[in-house]
């Protein structure tokens, strides 16, 4: 298990930009994929994109392709979502997650340790 810890979300108008941190305190941290998924209200957690324990490969799911961005810094324990062009359908609660899978095997269940979650609005 791997304690994760969320921050950066808040209000923003559509077209704007946010960029979510997560902290993981584990000294192993580049070791795991990590992964960030949202839940809207009455509405399934869904995947929005994960990074490979290096950092070189990313993945997302298509309608946040081209204008969000995952990246990490291994030397910090830290995973970042940067958002670009928010529309109000970005609006949820956005949690990071780490997998100890491989890149290529990982899948959405794959996630054992998870974040509180962090709130992100965007008003039209």
């Known amino acids: 298990q791997v304690h994760l810890v969320e921050s950066g979300g808040g209000l923003v108008q559509a077209g704007g930009s946010l960029r979510l941190s997560c902290v993981a305190s584990e000294s192993t941290f580049s070791s795991y994929v990590l992964g960030w998924f949202r839940q809207a209200p009455g509405k399934e957690r869904q995947f929005v994109g994960c990074i490979s324990r290096s950092g070189i490969s990313t993945r997302y799911t298509d309608s946040v392709k081209d204008r969000f961005t995952i990246s990490r810094d291994n030397a910090r324990n830290t995973v970042y979502l940067q958002m670009n062009s928010l529309e109000p359908e970005d609006t949820a609660v956005y949690y990071c997650?780490?997998?100890?899978?491989?890149?290529?095997?990982?899948?959405?269940?794959?996630?054992?340790?998870w974040g509180q979650g962090t709130q992100v609005t965007v008003s039209s």
């Open positions: 997650a780490a997998s100890s899978y491989t890149y290529t095997a990982v899948r959405e269940a794959s996630f054992g340790s």
